[in-house]
């Protein structure tokens, strides 16, 4: 059963930057699409950003041009790297894979406080 480990959240003033890595238990090569998500107190949790395995990514319009997501197959690991955060970037960070999003499968994830 794959596990994720997410880590590198913290608290951090706006206009700073955190990255976030999430370890994988088992090997990602077969795992086509990876995603970051987030859930701030009182909102449902969404969408950040997602890579498939031939690279290519996806963001929301909130965090573009803020946040990349990059993947290193060979370490089983998924990366978001944060720039520029806002106090509205404050949540719980979460890495994923669609499938197990459907079924509410989630990791522990790794909190983001950005104060103003």
């Known amino acids: 059963q794959v596990q994720l480990v997410e880590s590198g959240g913290g608290l951090v003033q706006a206009g700073g930057s955190l990255r976030l890595s999430c370890v994988v238990s088992?090997?990602?090569?077969?795992?086509?699409?990876m995603a970051w998500y987030r859930q701030a107190p009182g909102i449902a949790r969404e969408l950040v950003a997602s890579i498939v395995s031939g690279g290519s990514t996806n963001y929301a319009d909130s965090v573009k041009g803020r946040f990349t997501i990059s993947r290193d197959n060979a370490k089983s690991s998924l990366y978001l790297q944060m720039n520029t955060l806002k106090p509205e970037d404050t949540a719980v960070y979460y890495c994923?894979?669609?499938?197990?999003?459907?079924?509410?499968?989630w990791g522990q994830g790794t909190q983001v406080t950005v104060s103003s």
């Open positions: 088992g090997s990602i090569r077969s795992i086509n699409v």
């Open positions: 994923n894979t669609p499938l197990r999003a459907a079924v509410n499968a």
